[in-house]
């Protein structure tokens, strides 16, 4: 059987993780969570905790990283876990909505972007069939496909290219960034009161209402954090992987909570929260951009388009080439297509599971909004996310002789919060955004029959 090369270092997988977090969530959602919440203050404190349990999950991940360095990341975890059947839901749910959700999503706000800066034709459809916007923005989902189909052609062609991309964009990225913070921060056109003065549009809740805003707030903050678990699927290719796999996850979820803060700080210095709660209704408006335009008109208007177009290409990149290796997984154990697991001969990449990917990703790109689809993808990833957590704790009971040459900080408590906090997620989307949860649900279990028919066809 083929197996993929070793041959990403520590440095490049550091970058990895660095770079297919920090996407477009970033950018945009403050907008959704300030009309929940109200406040500046909550809006800061929900990045907050979201990066901090977030950096649990990806502690949590890094143990099980490193007793199971492998292609697929969880899906192998959970082979050894929870058996077959799930492993190959939580395989299914990546492909259909987790991965190539995020894929879809990072794409159309690299376009809503280019958009900005180039104004595209537009181009009227009837507006939705059935709360699906097939045709709705359609010039800008056009674009988006564009780059999907770009990016798959690139990493058809070799990880190296497409890590090569990956470590000059995030140079890029972050030398970008933090000049935005320190613009922010020493352009005179923040005030203090911006951050101090809560929303005269919206009460902020309190007490259980309280609870649940930020619970709900919290899923454009996990999208913003999404993705910190991909580097576990390219375990075979990673030199060393059993060191440098946590360490690269550990790493880089620090780096990406510190950013984070630091940006949504300088959103609220700048601009007071009620602009932001007034963005939420207009699909193409972009809060960065918004910010940077107070600070210098067009010209940071232009600059900022231009980082989120770097950002989301940097990310892009790094999701279609790592998400890809869940299907060849899924296809290598016969749980999928059968085509899906042959490596290209010359370039060593999984090619046919990377142009499969890219068709689905488009698929769900014309199916429905930014945020129906980055809503959906965190309901459904955050059931997995805590079961790797939860496996943590087994492990150590059941297996306690597997060598681990990391150990999650904490424990019991690091995993043990991060799974209560799983289900509290996907318990309050349940009851707040039922037709989300319903539709993440429903594509989930879709493969139940998948899994049915590929078991009798063996």
């Known amino acids: 059987m083929q197996t993929l090369k070793e041959k990403i270092g520590f440095q490049s997988a550091v970058f990895l993780v660095v770079s297919v977090i920090i996407g477009s969530g970033v950018f945009k959602k403050v907008a959704p969570m300030s009309a929940e919440l109200g406040s500046p203050y909550w809006v800061i404190l929900c990045w907050i905790l979201a990066g901090l349990i977030s950096l649990a999950g990806a502690l949590s991940t890094a143990e099980m990283s490193s007793m199971f360095p492998n292609s697929g990341g969880e899906y192998f975890y959970f082979q050894k876990l929870y058996g077959r059947f799930f492993a190959f839901l939580y395989g299914w749910s990546s492909f259909t ?16 972007s280019f958009n900005k800066l180039f104004p595209l034709p537009v181009i009227h459809f009837p507006e939705a069939w059935k709360d699906f916007f097939l045709f709705d923005n359609f010039s800008v989902k056009a674009l988006a496909a564009f780059m999907i189909l770009m990016l ?73 954090y999404e993705g910190w678990n991909n580097v576990g699927y390219i375990g075979e290719e990673i030199k060393n992987p059993k060191r440098n796999l946590p360490r690269a996850l550990a790493l880089g979820t620090i780096i990406v909570i510190f950013t984070y803060v630091m940006l949504n700080i300088v959103y609220l210095y700048v601009i007071p929260i009620d602009s932001f709660i007034g963005m939420k209704n207009n699909p193409n408006s972009i809060a960065a951009i918004e910010v940077a335009g107070s600070m210098a008109g067009e010209i940071g208007m232009t600059l900022v388009a231009c980082l989120i177009l770097t950002t989301t290409l940097n990310s892009n990149n790094s999701s279609v080439l790592l998400s890809a290796r869940m299907i060849y997984a899924l296809s290598r154990d016969g749980l999928f297509l059968k085509k ?19 068709i689905w990703a488009i698929v769900l790109l014309y199916s429905g909004t930014f945020d129906q689809l980055t809503d959906m993808l965190v309901f459904a990833a955050f059931l997995f996310y805590g079961s790797t957590a939860l496996g943590v704790i087994i492990m150590r009971i059941k297996h306690p002789e597997i060598e681990r040459q990391y150990k999650v900080i904490g424990y019991p408590f690091v995993p043990g919060l991060f799974v209560l906090f799983c289900l509290g ?22 493969g139940v029959p998948v899994y049915w028919w590929m078991n009798r066809m063996k």
């Open 97 to 112: 909505i987790i991965k190539t959700a995020a894929i879809s999503a990072l794409a159309y706000i690299f376009a809503q």
């Open 152 to 224: 798959t052609m690139l990493n058809h062609f070799g990880v190296r290219s497409a890590e090569r991309l990956t470590y000059l964009l995030s140079i890029a990225m972050m030398l970008g960034i933090l000049f935005f913070i320190g613009w922010g921060f020493f352009s005179g056109a923040g005030e203090l009161k911006n951050i101090t003065q809560p929303s005269t549009q919206v009460k902020t809740p309190s007490g259980w209402n309280l609870m649940s805003a930020m619970m709900t707030a919290s899923l454009g903050a996990f999208w913003g």
């Open 340 to 358: 899906a697991s042959a490596i290209h001969p010359k370039y060593n990449t999984p090619h046919v599971a990377l142009w499969i990917q890219a």
């Open 425 to 446: 997620i996907f318990l309050l989307t349940i009851i707040n955004q039922p037709k989300e949860a319903l539709w993440g649900l429903a594509l989930i279990f879709s």
